[in-house]
């Protein structure tokens, strides 16, 4: 069996505040322990770096929480630590994620210097009132501003995350955010529509949404408008300008592997024999830092597993997959699956053309459904 590319994700679960759609793995804090957490990553990372099993680590993605609340001088350290345990690409993309309200030019700057070549902006709206209900920490000046900060710091590959569907927000208002976030020309954009999610304050307490007939016509507007600037959709909520997709997120897609480190994260590893396995990282903080023990749960996916996981990842994609890397990352024949895609082709759901399935425009508007029909009852 062929070990495909490996990424590593990194979780720094702190932030200034917590916001009210957020379900991840983050907890406010006034003063960050980041000394102290450094050495936990990197006492994490030499348990785990066998992992690799001598592959170069293609790609990095630090996330969070706030991972921009954390010092330049601490992320260069971390950074350093990882180089001496595993090798890294001379053509690493190493993603951060940072908020606005954390943004400041010295240390976007610092950041760049420390080895982290792309930032990915949580803008999310340059809408005031739209901010205000999402309960961000910044207003649209910041937001500006901390896009501008990035590209002086020389990041001229970056992204700004968008939602859609926010309380209150017409087509109009959706429109302005694109074309206010098409000004500064940015290489990605991730465009997405906010969800309720479970343990959330919104789900407690629900904001007012667009209906259901607003929110695709929002949809089917922002598409036109990123299509007529030059962006590609690559994935349901990602859109790049040629040749500047995240490699980072493709390669979840895609059903690469990726190592991870830091309270709460989530890994996936394939191995010669053709075990694939899921682990995560101990989810609170407080226990990660004590570093009794990094791992909280490993398991190795059954054969339906993998084939489930494996769909529901790149069905997302719109090129979709090909037979080769079907076969190749889930170590099965596209037989055991061959019922399944008839009936999806038959309902114009999915398509083929030589040896690739991907879904129609059809497909996407149902996608949840699509991938549904690989799930084991």
């Keep these: 069996m062929n070990l495909p590319p490996l990424g590593l994700y990194i979780h720094l679960p702190w932030c200034e505040r917590k916001c009210p759609y957020c379900d991840f793995n983050s907890h406010e804090a006034r003063e960050i322990p980041e000394q102290a957490y450094v050495d936990a990553l990197l006492l994490d990372l030499r348990q785990d770096y066998h992992l690799a099993q001598d592959r170069e680590v293609a790609t990095l993605f630090i996330g969070g929480g706030t991972p921009s609340l954390f010092s330049?001088?601490?992320?260069?350290?971390?950074?350093?630590?990882?180089?001496?345990?595993?090798?890294?690409?001379?053509?690493?993309?190493?993603?951060?994620?940072?908020?606005?309200?954390?943004?400041?030019?010295?240390?976007?700057?610092?950041?760049?210097?420390?080895?982290?070549?792309?930032?990915?902006?949580?803008?999310?709206?340059?809408?005031?009132?739209?901010?205000?209900?999402?309960?961000?920490?910044?207003?649209?000046?910041?937001?500006?501003?901390?896009?501008?900060?990035?590209?002086q710091a020389g990041f001229d590959n970056f992204n700004i995350d968008l939602m859609n569907g926010l309380p209150g927000q017409t087509e109009a208002d959706a429109a302005e955010d694109l074309t206010?976030?098409?000004?500064?020309?940015?290489?990605?954009?991730?465009?997405?529509?906010?969800?309720?999610?479970?343990?959330?304050?919104?789900?407690?307490?629900?904001?007012?949404?667009?209906?259901?007939?607003?929110?695709?016509?929002?949809?089917?507007?922002?598409?036109?408008?990123?299509?007529?600037?030059?962006?590609?959709?690559?994935?349901?909520?990602?859109?790049?300008?040629?040749?500047?997709?995240?490699?980072?997120?493709?390669?979840?897609?895609?059903?690469?592997?990726?190592?991870?480190?830091?309270?709460?994260?989530?890994?996936?590893?394939?191995?010669?024999?053709?075990?694939?396995?899921?682990?995560?990282?101990?989810?609170a903080p407080q226990d990660y830092l004590a570093g009794h023990r990094f791992t909280a749960s490993e398991r190795i996916l059954t054969r339906a597993e993998t084939i489930e996981e494996f769909m529901l990842f790149a069905l997302r994609l719109n090129e979709g997959f090909s037979v080769a890397d079907f076969e190749a990352r889930t170590g099965t024949g596209i037989g055991e699956i061959e019922q399944t895609l008839e009936g999806l082709y038959r309902r114009q759901l999915l398509q083929r053309s030589s040896d690739h399935i991907a879904t129609t425009a059809l497909g996407r508007r149902f996608l949840d459904s699509v991938i549904a029909e690989f799930l084991t009852p």
């Design 180 to 283: 206010t976030a098409l000004t500064f020309n940015p290489p990605h954009l991730s465009w997405y529509q906010l969800t309720i999610e479970p343990n959330t304050v919104f789900n407690k307490h629900p904001p007012q949404l667009p209906i259901e007939d607003s929110l695709a016509d929002i949809q089917d507007a922002g598409e036109k408008i990123l299509a007529q600037h030059g962006f590609a959709q690559y994935e349901v909520s990602a859109y790049s300008r040629t040749g500047r997709h995240c490699r980072h997120n493709l390669n979840y897609w895609q059903f690469g592997d990726y190592l991870a480190l830091g309270a709460g994260a989530h890994g996936k590893i394939s191995f010669i024999d053709g075990r694939i396995q899921r682990y995560a990282k101990t989810r």
């Design 72 to 151: 330049a001088g601490a992320i260069s350290r971390l950074l350093q630590g990882l180089a001496d345990y595993l090798p890294l690409s001379a053509q690493l993309e190493a993603t951060m994620e940072s908020n606005p309200g954390s943004a400041e030019a010295d240390k976007f700057l610092g950041f760049r210097q420390a080895g982290i070549n792309r930032l990915s902006l949580g803008v999310q709206s340059f809408q005031d009132d739209k901010l205000l209900a999402l309960g961000r920490v910044h207003n649209s000046s910041q937001a500006m501003a901390a896009i501008e900060y990035a590209r």
